[in-house]
């Protein structure tokens, strides 16, 4: 083999960081990188030399002073005498409440929407798409203050429901009492409760790590289980029936647990002018929960349709060749083909529903817009501070979610052969 003078690289020269294509594009992202750090930097020194001509300072020390207000929904305790920080833990609880329900309760309806969207029953398709069209047409502050109103003006007070011939009645085997200002719901006991984890002035029960745990070990096990049919199915071609031995994994555990710590509801009751014993709901939850589920679930219920209709018809032709009803073909081959091309804008939706819920405000929910965005900025006048934190967490827990819905939609997807 003959090597040629001409092949060796050519020694470097500054020159090549603008001539040479090989070094060029890491010089136009290095001068790119520098510019934007220029830019930064000038917006934050003449953020701080405003500030200081107007005789403030940049610093986050407000968050220890004492609060000074009241929050009427509090997952963990809360007084006015507590900090700002606190405050804001509050609120960023309720905006996580409130979002995790949210999307729950709108990933259920959209689905069932968006199957029976192509339903062969006209009526029932025709019903979903009247849905659809109207809650997403019409904007989600105009549907939280439609509900507030429905929820104020047409419930019952309280009071209603006393007496031999009240005037309202609860539902739901009467364990559900919807009032103008709170929803009474019941609420779980124990007979024989295990002991609590004191963490500061919370506490994290024994039986609801012990419901955890099993969850948990529940689901590793069915994950060897599955892996266990495959081999199965591998080898001689026949899958075994796995469903009873998944289904009694989760059941069984959960049911000893259950009647080992004796779990039961505790209806609401009325006693004088209030209900007691259960948990009450306030409606400004009630209300923007409700709201973002509709909202949503009608943008998820397109998703959903469009999905379905992306998976090719030979697939269904394929199932019903192999005898599978309508149901299960559903279940068993389209949705989880659509599914790969579902997740990528659920992910969206997702992220518009956990910001939509600073909504909140418009029906007095404190959530972390009401708190940090609210109240603390309003008494603090910090209003560079307040809304660096409260961006930075918004900006925060979309990174998370987008993070959890990308792992499982890698998952999900097609694998290249």
């Not at 979002?99 to 398709?125: D, K, Q």
């Not at 029960?205 to 060897?224: C, D, K």
């Not at 400004?284 to 973002?292: H, Q, S």
Request: charged share 15%; net charge positive; aromatic share 10%.
């Amino acid at each position: 083999m003959v090597d040629y003078p001409g092949a060796a690289d050519p020694p470097f020269r500054l020159s090549m960081l603008i001539y040479d294509r090989r070094y060029r594009s890491l010089t136009i992202q290095a001068v790119v990188f520098i510019l934007v750090m220029l830019l930064a930097s000038w917006l934050i020194d003449n953020t701080l030399k405003n500030l200081a001509i107007l005789g403030k300072t940049f610093s986050f020390d407000f968050l220890f002073r004492r609060a000074g207000y009241d929050i009427p929904q509090q997952p963990i305790p809360y007084n006015s005498d507590d900090t700002h920080l606190r405050a804001t833990v509050v609120g960023l609880l309720n905006t996580l409440q409130v979002s995790i329900f949210g999307c729950i309760a709108a990933t259920i309806l959209g689905v069932v929407v968006g199957v029976l969207r192509l339903s062969s029953n006209w009526l029932i398709a025709r019903l979903m798409t009247i849905y659809v069209e109207v809650f997403r047409n019409i904007p989600l502050l105009l549907w939280i203050l439609v509900i507030l109103a429905i929820f104020t003006e047409t419930m019952p007070p309280p009071n209603a429901y006393r007496g031999e011939n009240p005037s309202a009645g609860m539902i739901l085997f009467d364990l559900v009492a919807p009032t103008n200002r709170y929803t009474a719901v019941p609420a779980i006991g124990m007979t024989n409760p295990p002991g609590v984890i004191a963490i500061g002035r919370e506490g994290i029960s024994w039986a609801l790590i012990a419901f955890a745990v099993v969850v948990a070990l529940a689901y590793l096990a069915h994950r060897f289980l599955k892996q266990w049919a495959k081999r199965v199915q591998d080898e001689s071609g026949k899958r075994p029936t796995t469903w009873w031995i998944t289904l009694a994994m989760y059941v069984l555990p959960v049911l000893f647990l259950t009647w080992y710590f004796g779990l039961h509801l505790i209806p609401p009751v009325l006693r004088g002018f209030n209900f007691a014993d259960g948990v009450n709901l306030d409606n400004a939850f009630v209300v923007l929960w409700l709201a973002l589920t509709l909202y949503t679930g009608a943008f998820i219920a397109e998703i959903v349709r469009a999905g379905i209709l992306a998976v090719s018809k030979g697939q269904t032709e394929a199932a019903f060749a192999l005898g599978l009803r309508p149901r299960r073909t559903m279940s068993l081959v389209i949705l989880p083909q659509a599914l790969r091309v579902i997740v990528p804008p659920l992910i969206s939706q997702y992220l518009n529903l956990t910001k939509n819920s600073s909504l909140a405000i418009a029906v007095g929910y404190m959530d972390l817009r009401g708190t940090l965005g609210g109240t603390t900025l309003n008494q603090t006048g910090r209003e560079m501070e307040c809304m660096v934190l409260m961006m930075g967490i918004y900006l925060v827990l979309s990174l998370i979610i987008s993070g959890g819905m990308n792992v499982f939609n890698s998952r999900v997807k097609l694998r290249e052969r």
